[in-house]
């Protein structure tokens, strides 16, 4: 059985998953949410990132929890995040440290490979990776956290493609600081009998 490519993202109300300036001061995650997430992850076989997501991770997950202020789900979350296997997409990266593998290109094969593991299923973030992976309709499912704002600019987290991708709704959650989990599956049989 072969393992699920699970986008995970934070957007704004009309949108964005980043800000002017790759801005992501907006994002609501209190310990409730974090805890939420250190959840789902942790059922992970493994994250997916292109390099810019990577290197950001990188540069602060590592000991983030050797900090005094670090709170529990911080803690918890860079843990997670250390013992985790990571595929990290680049061009130019010739190596990542913690627990990295570098992939140069995505391709249904690549990809086929990675999923073919035993194991959970893999989280991909980044919205640009996540575009290549759209255009080839590599991602099985969404897991897109709505947070209360409305940016008015920034980066789309879908920009236009011309081409529906039908979803199927696999359920909501709402948390008390107001971001609501929207989860959806990919609708491959919904795609196939609209060609």
Do not use: C
């Amino acid at each position: 059985m072969r393992r699920k490519i699970v986008f995970t993202s934070n957007v704004s109300l009309d949108g964005y998953f980043e800000g002017p300036d790759h801005d992501l001061g907006w994002h609501r995650v209190d310990d409730e949410l974090h805890t939420h997430f250190n959840r789902v992850l942790a059922r992970m076989s493994g994250f997916i990132s292109g390099r810019r997501t990577h290197e950001l991770m990188a540069s602060f997950w590592p000991t983030a929890d050797q900090d005094p202020a670090a709170d529990g789900p911080m803690k918890e979350f860079a843990g997670i995040w250390r013992e985790m296997p990571k595929t990290v997409f680049s061009r130019t990266l010739d190596h990542a440290d913690w627990n990295t593998t570098v992939v140069r290109e995505v391709t249904p094969e690549t990809v086929a490979a990675l999923t073919a593991g035993p194991g959970g299923d893999l989280s991909l973030g980044g919205a640009e990776l996540a575009e290549a992976f759209l255009a080839q309709d590599l991602i099985d499912e969404f897991r897109i956290y709505v947070q209360p704002v409305v940016l008015g600019r920034g980066t789309l987290l879908f920009r236009p493609t011309g081409q529906p991708l039908p979803l199927t709704l696999v359920e909501t959650q709402r948390f008390t600081n107001g971001v609501t989990l929207l989860h959806y599956a990919r609708d491959r049989g919904a795609a196939s009998t609209s060609r």
